[in-house]
């Protein structure tokens, strides 16, 4: 796909990865549909990529309600005319063992509610989204691409049962949409980050970040923009489809 002129939607696209991905792309020329919960930060983001001599647009959007995916996608497709890609990025952490236990005994449970919110947003949403996008791109008779941001943490993580469930689901689905969508053009990719230097990543105390840098074999977290290249790769290689790729800096949880 040659980038220039083509729309990509981008899910929690106000800040983090999602706005460095849209900042990656811009100097491929580009269009960007902006989609996050949070209205001010998404406008911010859209005058941001507008300074940087990009077409953006914002959409108010939670990724986890039907009606509202539904109403944000009309609403691309009617301002812009068009959608060629989509990078289903949003995603929220409620991390918590499944059982904590303190002298032999289990004080705290992972609540129904903290499993609940991950895998609305991060495995729902990517559904609803990814869904309502091929819909249209069938519609439209284009084609596209759909980047499925998945995680390291879907091989299974210490505390994070939710998130490693969603992000599992997320990687199979690639696989799926892979299979189901070629016939129309469309092409189903995922991209599985390790620890990325974002704002959270960037919030660790000294020492947390030290020791799980540590971790990783080429020493140091990665860069948004890192992610950023490998979602312009996919978006420009034709021939990949149906692949999850581990931009990880080889660690292994």
Request: aromatic share 6%.
């Amino acid at each position: 796909m040659d980038l220039r002129g083509k729309v990509i939607a981008i899910t929690g696209g106000a800040q983090g990865l999602g706005l460095s991905m849209a900042e990656g792309l811009v100097h491929k020329g580009a269009q960007f549909a902006l989609l996050d919960v949070n209205a001010e930060r998404l406008q911010e983001a859209a005058t941001r990529l507008q300074k940087m001599g990009a077409i953006a647009r914002s959409y108010v959007t939670n990724v986890a309600d039907e009606s509202s995916v539904i109403a944000a996608f009309d609403a691309i497709v009617n301002d812009f005319g068009a959608l060629d890609g989509l990078i289903n990025n949003a995603g929220i952490l409620r991390d918590g063992l499944l059982l904590k236990v303190k002298d032999g005994e289990v004080v705290k449970k992972l609540s129904l509610g903290e499993w609940q919110a991950v895998i609305d947003v991060n495995l729902t949403g990517v559904f609803l989204c990814g869904r309502e996008a091929a819909e249209r791109m069938i519609n439209l008779s284009t084609g596209g691409v759909i980047i499925n941001i998945s995680s390291v943490s879907r091989a299974g993580n210490m505390g994070q049962s939710n998130y490693s469930a969603a992000k599992a689901g997320v990687a199979a689905m690639t696989v799926t949409w892979a299979k189901e969508l070629a016939r129309y053009g469309i092409r189903s990719m995922a991209i599985a980050p390790g620890f990325i230097g974002t704002e959270m990543v960037a919030s660790m105390k000294p020492e947390a970040l030290a020791k799980m840098s540590s971790q990783i074999p080429l020493g140091r977290v990665g860069e948004p923009s890192e992610i950023a290249s490998t979602a312009a790769f996919i978006f420009e290689n034709d021939y990949l489809t149906g692949r999850v790729i581990e931009t990880d800096g080889g660690i292994r949880l």
